[in-house]
């Protein structure tokens, strides 16, 4: 079974701190991603990346970047956390020549920041 | 029980009923779809997924239906149990955008034992 995991599970951080969010997976997928989920809002595309070191942005990458050095690794950085990111944060990975198609997601992270 | 797409997004059946949830897709790009389940506290989990050249596709215990013509999708899960109780989604898959994946808002099901 594919897995995705992501480091924490719930995070508080204060605003203007720096955030890393981090996602590994284990079955050498190519294509990565990050969404966040929010109440009424459904899942958004952040950034999403198809190889080490390329990157896109998704529907909603302000005030996030990212960074993928491995191709197992894909992180999520916030750089000056505002309390509009506080929200469910989801990594996915699918095999590369399905981009698209069956996501395979972590547990999420539950991003507060106060 | 039925639903019928994001006007009514709880769905409560009993233990042992067929549960059907719906989807209503409106671009007529998207060739692909995929159905999730989510339980509380987890990341989304993989269920069953279609393309548009078929209408209809089954899993153990669960089929998807796909009408084209007024663009909806449906999830029956036959034998409704308690560890069916979670949030479903669907997602659409446009060619024209490059394959990005659109998700429905979801539909929590309850079921009653």
């Known amino acids: 079974d594919v897995k995705v995991t992501q480091s924490s599970r719930y995070l508080v951080k204060r605003t203007g701190e720096k955030v890393f969010l981090e996602c590994v997976q284990d079955m050498d997928h190519e294509n990565m991603f990050w969404y966040r989920q929010d109440p009424g809002l459904g899942l958004r595309l952040i950034y999403f990346s198809y190889d080490v070191k390329m990157k896109e942005k998704g529907d909603i990458p302000e005030g996030y970047s990212v960074s993928r050095e491995k191709k197992e690794r894909f992180s999520l950085i916030l750089e000056s956390a505002s309390t509009n990111q506080t929200s469910m944060y989801l990594c996915?990975?699918?095999?590369?020549?399905?981009?698209?198609?069956?996501?395979?997601f972590g547990s999420g992270t539950q991003l507060s920041v106060l | 029980g039925e639903n019928v797409g994001l006007h009514l997004p709880t769905l409560s059946v009993q233990e042992g009923d067929n549960s059907i949830i719906n989807c209503a897709y409106s671009n007529s790009a998207s060739d692909y779809f995929i159905w999730y389940k989510q339980e509380s506290g987890k990341g989304p989990q993989f269920i069953i997924d279609i393309r548009s050249n078929m209408d209809k596709r089954q899993g153990q215990r669960v089929t998807v239906l796909l009408n084209k013509t007024v663009k909806h999708l449906s999830l029956q899960i036959a034998a409704t149990q308690p560890g069916d109780s979670a949030v479903y989604f669907c997602?659409?898959?446009?060619?024209?955008?490059?394959?990005?994946?659109?998700f429905g808002q979801g539909t929590e099901l309850s079921v009653k034992p």
């Open positions: 996915a990975s699918s095999l590369g020549s399905q981009r698209w198609e069956k996501l395979f």
């Open positions: 997602a659409e898959s446009r060619y024209n955008q490059g394959g990005k994946l659109i």
